[in-house]
């Protein structure tokens, strides 16, 4: 799926405070911040608070908070449910944890709404596509149909009776790669915010939630990255209580015979997604923003914008291939600010 490392979060780090040798409450609110990786990928906490020790052991919940979800939803590790769905798939249905059973519910639902742009069951995709320099030709259209031939979210069978769960056809699969990230942020700063955390932000690789306020009562900033200078700022978002999730496939494509060919895969027909660049969703809940950066992405230019017009309290920014720059309804100046309008230097941001 998408890689979401094309956010960078603008912050005014000069007020962050860095550990203290004691952590002893102060009269100001500071901000405090950890970086370390999670869900195989960059995770970044932080929390603003007048006491330095609330802060760390909140940013500490949300770390533990991260590692249960993983350990719940990982199609990687063998002792997670989700890895037992899957080597169920086609013999019998599986009992799991209401939190799993909703995630699964909710995906479905999202599927469901996209038209099968976004399918928890794309990791039942057979690679036929390679992004390390190998590939000389396309695929032929029988290798391309047959990686496609297990996704369909319509035969994860949903019971809510019992809380089962039950894939369809054998070899099927279900993984969370384009929906879990965005759950674990919003849990993460669930548990820091009921800890009494008054602002903070939960980074996961691009996959960004946000609330309250800086330290110094500033808005949290979002810079979204140049596609052409990925290193530089493209246009700029106010990101108070808000999840912010960029998608691009700018870096990671498959070049043959002089075209590019992106890593991010229609699930529905097997074919990399063309038309757009980046695709920046924002709205409330950082699952959703996850779902949707994917699925638009898919969609395309013309049904991803339908799409998120209809969408309350759901707005994108998007770059197409011909880098035209185009915003949703509301995408408004409330939210969007572009690079002449925003003088903040680009060391200010967090990578």
């Known amino acids: 799926m ?11 780090w000069a007020a962050l405070n860095t550990a203290a040798a004691q952590r002893l409450p102060t009269k100001e ?11 195989g990928t960059r995770f970044e906490l932080a929390a603003v608070s007048r006491d330095e020790q609330k802060a760390w052991e909140a940013i500490d919940a949300g770390i533990k908070e991260i590692q249960r979800i993983e350990a719940l939803i990982s199609e990687w590790q063998n002792t997670s449910q989700t890895s037992e769905i899957n080597r169920n798939a086609g013999i019998k249905p599986v009992v799991i944890d209401q939190e799993l059973y909703d995630l699964i519910s909710r995906s479905n639902r999202i599927s469901e709404m996209t038209g099968g742009a976004f399918d928890i069951s794309f990791a039942s995709i057979d690679n036929v596509w390679k992004y390390d320099g190998s590939m000389k030709k396309e695929p032929s259209p029988e290798q391309v149909a047959a990686s496609v031939s297990k996704i369909n979210y319509k035969n994860i069978i949903l019971n809510s009776q019992d809380r ?35 602002g903070g932000v939960v980074n996961a690789a691009g996959d960004l939630v946000t609330w309250g306020k800086q330290a110094d009562g500033q808005s949290w900033y979002v810079g979204i990255a140049d596609p052409a200078e990925k290193d530089k700022v ?13 998608s691009g496939n700018y870096e990671k494509y498959a070049e043959i015979n002089g075209k590019r060919y992106s890593h991010i895969i229609d699930p529905r027909t097997g074919y990399p997604a063309s ?30 914008l339908y799409l998120i ?3 309350k309290g759901v707005a994108c920014l998007l ?33």
């Open 275 to 304: 038309g757009l660049k980046s695709v920046t969703i924002v709205c409330p809940n950082g699952e959703l923003a996850d779902a949707l950066a994917t699925a638009v992405s898919v969609l395309g230019k013309d049904e991803g």
């Open 319 to 351: 770059i197409t291939d011909a880098d035209e720059v185009i915003t949703s309804e509301r995408m408004n100046l409330h939210y969007y600010q572009n690079k002449k309008k925003h003088a903040a230097p680009a060391t200010s941001a967090v990578h």
């Open 234 to 246: 493209f246009s700029w978002l106010t990101a108070d209580n808000t999840a912010v999730v960029t």
């Open 2 to 12: 998408a890689q979401r490392v094309f956010i960078l979060l603008m912050i005014c």
């Open 164 to 198: 089962s769960v039950y894939l369809k056809e054998p070899g099927m699969k279900i993984g969370f790669g384009a929906i879990g990230k965005g759950y674990a942020a919003n849990r993460a700063r669930d548990v820091m915010r009921e800890m009494g955390i008054q």
């Open 29 to 39: 609110p500071k901000a405090q911040k950890k970086v370390l990786l999670l869900m």
């Open 309 to 311: 017009n209809q969408l």
